[in-house]
């Protein structure tokens, strides 16, 4: 219930309205209630703005954005954004019981009790304690800061939570602690999730379908199980043979060649052709089709075929 389907020129809303940053080609994806889609790709490929398209922090200056299936049909989910710098994102000057109280008081609830139960009932649902709420952001670690993010993100009731790269910052071993929490918060409250990431390790375990973007548009959208089995896109098979091996620390790792270009000058044809192992001649002239199969999509001239077992 996710749909842009025109290209994109996106706008940010506040400060600086008229500054146009990035185009967002044909994005359109549907997200099943309950479930976890992973946008995945280096920087500078769009995933950001699509994120932030979806909370209505930018609003698209060209084509649409709709969502369907939400409670009150055809209005607006109720979105949440969880950034990826839980140091950035917590005002350092407020008490963490204000912090989580504020969007509660955006409810319109005034009742300092009724505020003061339900900030308890937030800090114990991320695993902090009720005395927590009387600390400064700065006595926290980043995943205990990352839990606070959640608990304010939870504090309107949403139902659907945009997550911008939640772990990237924090040590892997905590990582893990904060996926789980997410994971169980989702099945608890039913919650729906976008999780943006430049790792396609991090989101394996962590989404139900991954949609790869490169250099604003989706190149592969799979159910993850299928997309890391059977990548399709030359560039998914790159991303998957980059992520180091846990057993095989030691191995040479392959390096993803070149830069990313320049969303403002992309390349012509297939934008991903000056980097791909697989490049024809068509490749340079004719940009590639988001084709659909089988509950999967590829955008390539010469998507690549299963092994054969
Ligand atoms: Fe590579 Fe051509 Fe496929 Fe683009 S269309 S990914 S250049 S094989
Ligand atoms: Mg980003």
Redesign the pocket.
């Known amino acids: 219930w996710f749909d842009a389907s025109e290209p994109w020129l996106v706008r940010m809303l506040g400060r600086k309205p008229k500054r146009t940053l990035k185009a967002v080609d044909g994005v359109s994806f549907a997200v099943p209630r309950g479930s976890t889609f992973a946008i995945v790709g280096e920087s500078g490929c769009g995933k950001s703005t699509i994120a932030r398209l979806a909370v209505g922090l930018y609003t698209p200056t060209n084509g649409s954005l709709t969502y369907s299936g939400g409670a009150g049909s055809g209005g607006r989910m109720r979105v949440q954004m969880i950034f990826q710098d839980p140091y950035a994102s917590l005002n350092p000057r407020w008490r963490v019981k204000d912090i989580i109280a504020e969007p509660i008081r955006e409810l319109g609830i005034r009742k300092g009790a009724a505020i003061g139960k339900r900030v308890d009932e937030l800090l114990g649902l991320v695993g902090l304690m009720r005395g927590d709420g009387e600390k400064y952001p700065h006595a926290f670690s980043g995943g205990q800061r990352q839990r606070i993010s959640i608990a304010r993100a939870l504090a309107t009731e949403p139902e659907f939570l945009v997550c911008d790269e939640p772990t990237s910052a924090l040590d892997v071993s905590v990582q893990a602690q904060i996926l789980n929490l997410m994971k169980e918060i989702q099945g608890q409250f039913h919650l729906t999730y976008m999780f943006i990431s430049h790792n396609l390790a991090v989101v394996r375990h962590a989404s139900d379908h991954i949609a790869v973007m490169y250099l604003g548009g989706i190149?592969e959208q799979a159910p993850t199980e299928q997309l890391f089995r059977n990548p399709r896109?030359?560039?998914t098979r790159l991303l998957i043979d980059t992520i180091p091996d846990l057993e095989a620390p030691n191995r040479q790792r392959k390096q993803l060649a070149g830069e990313v270009p320049s969303p403002l000058d992309p390349p012509s044809?297939?934008?991903?052709?000056?980097?791909?192992?697989?490049?024809?001649d068509?490749?340079?002239r004719?940009?590639?089709a988001l084709e659909e199969q089988n509950g999967r999509r590829v955008?390539?001239?010469?998507?690549l075929q299963p092994a054969t077992p």
């Open positions: 190149v896109h030359p560039y044809g297939c934008r991903f052709h000056p980097r791909c192992p697989q490049a024809q068509i490749c340079k004719v940009a590639p955008a390539c001239h010469f998507p």
